[in-house]
């Protein structure tokens, strides 16, 4: 088992679950979690888009759990796992280097948003990272 990998996978479902909370719970979450205004206000006026858009998200963290999780030997192998994990691992980080370019113009986000979300994903990249150099040599094959 490895502990980075598992930590990464629970915390990709917990934000899978959370973004699935925003669509349960509407425009308050959406405007917590800084997803803007326009979100927020397409979900008080009961528009689709939002919800397709946080489901999307939702889906591809839960599988990105998935694959963390079986990287990690707690859940049957995925096939690519080797290969996925590298993706999700470059995703994470880029996303989490390039937002912090954004916090002196958000375009349409708070600062803090930029803030808080790019160190999340720093955070959750290093695990994906770590936990995958540990785990590289037994997810070649």
């Known amino acids: 088992m490895n502990n980075n990998l598992i930590a ?11 973004h699935l909370g925003c669509i349960y719970f509407g425009a308050p979450w959406y ?8 979100m927020a206000n ?6 689709m888009q939002p919800t397709l858009i946080t489901l999307g998200v939702a889906s591809v963290l839960m599988v990105w759990a998935l694959f963390a999780f079986s990287g990690a030997g707690l859940i049957k192998r995925l096939p690519l796992v080797r290969l ?6 470059s995703i994470y980080l880029l996303r989490g280097v390039a937002g912090f370019y954004f916090v ?7 600062p803090e948003f930029w803030v808080w ?9 290093l695990l994906h990272l770590v936990g995958l150099k540990q785990q590289w040599l037994a997810l070649k094959s």
């Open 84 to 89: 996925a994990l590298v993706a999700i691992t």
């Open 42 to 47: 397409l979900a008080e006026q009961g528009m």
């Open 104 to 110: 002196a113009n958000p375009i349409g986000r708070s």
């Open 117 to 125: 979300s790019s160190s999340i994903c720093l955070v959750l990249g």
């Open 31 to 38: 405007r917590f979690f800084g997803a803007g205004e326009h």
């Open 8 to 18: 990464a996978g629970s915390l990709n479902a917990i934000a899978g679950l959370l």
